[in-house]
């Protein structure tokens, strides 16, 4: 068990480019999250998947925002067209859905991808 | 709408000294509460959940309490060491699926 895994760690772009970021979840986690952080704030939902279906999506996520889990395994987050206010930490999480067992439920993040918008 | 308020937002204290991290929510409906531990520029490490059927957790130094009826969770940190600086978060879910709501954390700074 590697943990959950972002790529890449940092990038820097200018605005009106595209981004992707990618998250590896834990093996056998079916539920996988994007967070935003910005500094000295708390992270703010973005998106949640059960495997490979989105069953939540935040205000937050604008029409430039969009994220995807092919086969319910790794999960992208892209953003279209930059604009400096995108610039933050983006934070992939996820977690098991099974009932009864110990750490259900409990939350495991990556280090982050952070975005920097000149 | 769930709101989750964690004060002081920054607290020093020398080593040794035992602390109580506050968080408040304003929906007591939870799931469970999941506390954090973040250092700067990381990602964010899991430390204790609660699940709402139970009343407190503790993990070595750590112990944390939540009381649904008034909104609160406490973290318990004995015997602080510097190690220990670092920015504390508490999670807040409502349901089993969904979201969690995160305070803004409070830094804690240990001075040797």
């Known amino acids: 068990d590697t943990g959950v895994s972002q790529d890449p760690r940092h990038k820097i772009t200018k605005r009106g480019q595209n981004v992707t970021f990618r998250c590896d979840p834990i093996?056998?986690?079916?539920?996988l999250y994007w967070y935003r952080q910005t500094l000295g704030q708390g992270p703010e939902f973005l998106t949640y998947f059960q495997n490979e279906a989105q069953l939540e999506k935040s205000r937050l996520l604008s029409d430039r925002f969009s994220a995807e889990r092919p086969k319910g395994s790794f999960s992208t987050l892209e953003i279209q067209r930059t604009e400096q206010g995108d610039s933050a930490m983006y934070l992939c999480?996820?977690?098991?859905?099974?009932?009864?067992?110990?750490?259900?439920?409990?939350?495991?993040f990556g280090a982050g991808s952070r975005l920097t918008v000149l | 709408k769930q709101e989750v308020t964690q004060i002081p937002a920054a607290l020093s204290v020398p080593e040794g000294e035992n602390l109580v991290l506050n968080c408040s929510f304003t929906d007591s409906a939870i799931y469970n509460l999941q506390w954090f531990r973040q250092d700067p520029g990381k990602g964010l490490t899991s430390l204790l959940l609660i699940q709402s059927s139970q009343r407190e957790q503790t993990s070595g130094r750590l112990n944390a309490s939540l009381d649904k009826s008034s909104g609160r969770s406490t973290l318990y940190i004995a015997a602080s060491q510097p190690g220990d600086s670092a920015t504390y978060l508490c999670a807040v879910r409502t349901s089993n699926a969904g979201k969690s709501t995160f305070g803004d954390g409070t830094t804690l700074t240990v001075k040797p």
């Open positions: 999480a996820s977690s098991i859905r099974t009932s009864g067992v110990s750490g259900a439920n409990v939350l495991t």
């Open positions: 093996s056998e986690h079916n539920r």
